[in-house]
């Protein structure tokens, strides 16, 4: 029993941990890209296959996206189990398809640090009802898939009981440093977290490969344990309404690859507070 309720930790204290690196990965990466894109659009010009960003200096502020930082089987999800109304959807995809009609300078935007939801909301678009209803379904979906993700660890046997006392202590001085680590960057100027990563770039590793390093667990493990976490989202968002996928190619600007820091972000481990 007591074997059983170590492992149960431990999933638990993966899940949380592989979301707090994701969220720093994701900030370093979206400072990355600002700062090689600095004047550069995201605009989506693949209407026809992607929900989207319309019209926003790369990274200064979350465009009208909420399709694309959300995902249509999730959406489609909710509205099967009575979240929200098909008729909420709807009034997301027109607002949506009438932006992306409209000139780049015409569009409207969010401000700076307003998520999607609360942009939408702002717009009259949906209620804020309906986007704390989302917020609320997003975080019960994201339960489930974590709880599943967690079940998958115990199942598979990946880790054995002499190891677990050594990662749990690893992984909860990792989610700490993690914590402190994105504090630390929020509270930076964009060239300034720039040059932070520059010099401490090893310090974004993810903890499967820092545990490797250390020597708790092999390569199988880190392995075996990648080899359960979705792939940015593309086993829980593939197939949605209109068989969209955010995970698809965004083409390139300027001959540099457009990259969707959203798929990368959201994974049913994010917390709904994160959109």
Same mark, same amino acid.
């Given at each position: ?16 941990s592989?979301?707090?690196a ?8 979206e400072?990355?890209e ?20 319309t ?12 399709r ?42 969010p +401000?700076?640090?307003? *998520? $999607? !939801? &609360? ?6 678009? /949906? =209620?804020?009802?309906? %986007? #704390?209803? @989302? ?66 770039? +090893?310090?974004?590793? *993810? $903890? !499967? &490969?820092e545990?490797?390093?250390e020597?708790? /667990? =092999?390569?199988?493990? %880190? #392995?075996? @344990? ?29 001959g ?14 994010m ?5």
């Amino acid at each position: 029993m007591k074997n059983k309720t170590n492992k149960k930790v431990l999933s638990v204290v993966f899940a949380a941990s592989m979301l707090l690196a994701m969220g720093v990965t994701a900030f370093a990466t979206e400072t990355t890209e600002t700062g090689t894109n600095e004047n550069a659009r995201g605009y989506n010009r693949q209407a026809s296959e992607m929900r989207g960003r319309t019209g926003t200096e790369r990274g200064a502020m979350k465009a009208p996206g909420v399709r694309l930082a959300i995902g249509d089987r999730l959406l489609d999800e909710m509205v099967e189990n009575g979240t929200i109304e098909e008729s909420d959807v709807e009034a997301i995809e027109s607002f949506l398809e009438e932006q992306r009609e409209l000139a780049p300078e015409e569009r409207a935007h969010p +401000e700076e640090g307003e *998520g $999607p !939801l &609360e942009f939408l909301a702002g717009e009259g678009v /949906i =209620s804020q009802e309906t %986007a #704390d209803d @989302i917020k609320a379904g997003l975080e019960s979906l994201r339960e489930e898939k974590r709880e599943e993700f967690e079940q998958s660890i115990i199942d598979e046997g990946i880790l054995e009981d002499y190891e677990i006392e050594e990662v749990l202590e690893f992984m909860d001085d990792y989610r700490q440093e993690r914590e402190e680590m994105r504090d630390e960057l929020s509270e930076m100027t964009r060239e300034e977290r720039r040059e932070y990563m520059e010099e401490n770039r +090893e310090d974004f590793q *993810g $903890p !499967l &490969e820092e545990m490797v390093e250390e020597g708790l /667990i =092999s390569d199988d493990q %880190a #392995d075996a @344990i990648r080899d359960l976490m979705p792939r940015n989202g593309q086993r829980d968002f593939r197939d949605g309404r209109n068989n969209f996928n955010p995970n698809m190619d965004r083409g390139t600007k300027n001959g540099v690859p457009f990259e969707s820091r959203t798929c990368d972000r959201f994974t049913p481990l994010m917390d709904a507070e994160e959109l």
